[in-house]
T-cell receptor
Framework: AQSVTQLDSQVPVFEEAPVELRCNYS??????LFWYVQYPNQGLQLLLK??????LVKGINGFEAEFNKSQTSFHLRKPSVHISDTAEYFC?????????????FGGGTRVLVKP | DAGVIQSPRHEVTEMGQEVTLRCKPI?????LFWYRQTMMRGLELLIY????????DSGMPEDRFSAKMPNASFSTLKIQPSEPRDSAVYFC???????????????FGAGSRLTVL
């Protein structure tokens, strides 16, 4: 079985400042990794995914994440946030060789961007 | 495509009543998932289907919960009888088969917010 830990439940940040959201996972097998964003009163949207290849993955809205296999981490970053980035962010994993498309999500990190 | 469509968006009901949540997945997607989101427990997978067949229902909390997928374009999640602790946002998501898409990217609906009084 796999699990995902998002170390920060809330991250306040000023507009135009950088932000990093931490995600660590535990799995005995190789995994795919994802970041989803949930804006208030909406469903989850895919920000980016890591399947293979380059460990630095770029997503939508200026976000990027880096896969670190030795540290089993997949931290999300943005160099300069906007007010519109206020949302909850979820890290998720799925086993590469498992049948089915099941995702396991972390507990989420709420980002509050202040003017 | 209109995306994953869920109804109702909001439901307020009284304890003991039956609740039915509906989902229309993206056309051509092979997988359908039901998740529940609460402050205390985060996002929990309740059940998922592959080609209309339930594959894993180990997340269904108890016998009061049931889910069906009678065809490729429709699924329901039913709670009978409902209890206040069932209050949550219920999300439906769908995805294509990994063999076709390369990875299991889920597309979520906007959710159904359930309040049981």
């Amino acid at each position: 079985a796999q699990s995902v830990t998002q170390l920060d439940s809330q991250v306040p940040v000023f507009e135009e400042a950088p932000v990093e959201l931490r995600c660590n996972y535990s799995s005995s097998v190789s995994v795919y990794l994802f970041w989803y964003v949930q804006y208030p009163n909406q469903g989850l949207q895919l920000l980016l995914k890591y399947l293979s290849g380059s460990t630095l993955v770029k997503g939508i809205n200026g976000f990027e994440a880096e896969f670190n296999k030795s540290q089993t981490s997949f931290h999300l970053r943005k160099p300069s946030v906007h007010i519109s980035d206020t949302a909850e962010y979820f890290c998720a994993v799925s086993m590469i060789k498992a049948a089915g498309n099941k995702l396991t999500f972390g507990g989420g990190t709420r980002v509050l961007v202040k003017p | 495509d209109a995306g994953v469509i869920q109804s109702p968006r909001h439901e307020v009901t009284e304890m003991g009543q039956e609740v039915t949540l509906r989902c229309k997945p993206i056309s051509g997607h092979d997988y359908l998932f039901w998740y529940r989101q609460t402050m205390m427990r985060g996002l929990e997978l309740l059940i998922y289907f592959n080609n209309n067949v339930p594959i894993d229902d180990s997340g269904m909390p108890e016998d009061r919960f049931s889910a069906k997928m009678p065809n490729a374009s429709f699924s329901t999640l039913k709670i009978q009888p409902s209890e206040p602790r069932d209050s949550a946002v219920y999300f439906c998501a769908s995805s294509p088969d990994r063999a076709r898409s390369g990875a299991n990217v889920l597309t979520f609906g906007a959710g159904s917010r359930l309040t049981v009084l």
